[in-house]
């Protein structure tokens, strides 16, 4: 008989490939998908998991994937990407999730028949004794396969399947497609609702062309991944955080969250070119060079605008400043 599992002394574990499965590996739940963005319609398949392996006494494991399939399946069709691997294992961790596996998404795996994907790697492999996904779940070569065809892959291999409706409020279905889109017309506060939480930016501090420092407003220019989802241009209110390791010269320390004007856009008034995000970070004084952060969207306070001169500039970035503490105190 399998022993019980306890996710207090074994949680946390955080895989990649089917390499990383212990030799000793016994029963688990498992929940497959991309996830990206764990908004609250991920998070019900992820609390049905968890319930359903505490029921059992057996581990919850998660499966994401990376790349993101399209970008095998039809190269060039990657989406734009709602939270980076590190970022997911964290979110899903914080819902009771004991196991974050992530299956490097190859060609050959794509090619494999519903059946071999379950048979090799589900059953084989991770020894499922349930599975819990999404009502939309497709899976396999073209992605023949579906919920049903789990259910009928299940009934054959000895493990149940729990199909979970989609979320819908207002008469919109939540999705990381329906999510992106808010994210790009800059509508932070239905990608807020969406996602549980405000939409996050990571990335590196680069040095920009210091003109911010100069205006009386030093930002932190941040470089994100490749394909992050990066919203409209203009300027929000947000929160900024130092998330890497190290100490930081100056007035912030790591982990602590404080308010910041944000822009996003090509500095028009000053001719530029290049789309970057620049974070202002509220009363705060350091050298954030090369720290890795993040920037959490709240609200867009107003469109990029090109200005008459650079005093107008800087009663507008005043404004701004006044608004974002004007908002970030309601929240």
């Known amino acids: 008989m399998q022993q019980k599992w306890s996710s207090d002394a074994q949680g946390g574990q955080r895989w990649?490939?089917?390499?990383?499965?212990?030799?000793?590996?016994?029963?688990?739940?498992?929940?497959?998908?991309?996830?990206?963005?764990?908004h609250r319609g991920h998070a019900r398949l992820i609390t049905k998991a968890v319930q359903e392996a505490k029921r059992l006494g057996v581990p919850s494991v998660l499966m994401t994937f990376d790349p993101h399939p399209s970008e095998v399946v039809r190269p060039g069709s990657h989406p734009a990407q709602l939270s980076t691997l590190t970022r997911r294992a964290e979110l899903v961790e914080e819902l009771g999730i004991d196991v974050f596996c992530v299956m490097p998404f190859t060609v050959e795996l794509s090619r494999l028949s519903p059946e071999a994907f379950v048979h090799e790697v589900l059953v084989e492999r991770l020894h499922v004794a349930e599975v819990v996904v999404g009502d939309n779940f497709t899976f396999g070569r073209k992605a023949a396969g579906t919920v049903e065809t789990l259910e009928a892959l299940g009934h054959r291999f000895g493990f149940n399947v729990h199909g979970v409706g989609l979320?819908?409020?207002?008469d919109v279905t939540y999705s990381s497609t329906y999510i992106r889109a808010c994210v790009d017309a800059g509508d932070m506060d239905a990608a807020t609702e969406a996602l549980g939480r405000p939409?996050?930016?990571?990335?590196?501090?680069?040095?920009?062309?210091?003109?911010?420092?100069t205006l009386g407003f030093p930002t932190a220019n941040v470089a994100p991944p490749m394909y992050t989802a990066i919203p409209a241009d203009g300027v929000y209110a947000g929160w900024f955080t130092v998330?890497?390791?190290?100490?930081?010269?100056?007035?912030?320390?790591?982990?602590?969250r404080g308010m910041a004007a944000i822009s996003v856009g090509t500095n028009p008034t000053f001719s530029g070119t290049a789309r970057t995000v620049?974070?202002?970070?509220?009363?705060?004084?350091?050298?954030?060079?090369?720290?890795?952060?993040?920037?959490?969207?709240?609200?867009?306070?107003r469109g990029m605008?090109?200005?008459?001169?650079?005093?107008?500039?800087?009663?507008?970035?005043?404004?701004?400043?006044?608004?974002?503490?004007?908002?970030?105190?309601?929240v």
């Open 167 to 170: 979320l819908t409020e207002h």
């Open 199 to 213: 939409h996050r930016i990571e990335g590196v501090v680069v040095r920009g062309d210091g003109r911010g420092k």
């Open 243 to 256: 998330v890497g390791p190290g100490a930081v010269s100056g007035s912030i320390a790591p982990g602590e």
């Open 305 to 330: 605008r090109r200005f008459g001169s650079v005093e107008e500039l800087i009663q507008a970035m005043n404004n701004d400043v006044a608004e974002t503490e004007s908002v970030l105190r309601t």
């Open 278 to 301: 620049e974070a202002y970070a509220l009363g705060v004084d350091a050298d954030l060079y090369g720290q890795h952060v993040a920037v959490d969207f709240v609200k867009r306070l």
């Open 16 to 38: 990649r490939g089917l390499a990383s499965i212990p030799a000793d590996w016994g029963r688990c739940v498992l929940t497959i998908g991309v996830f990206d963005g764990v």
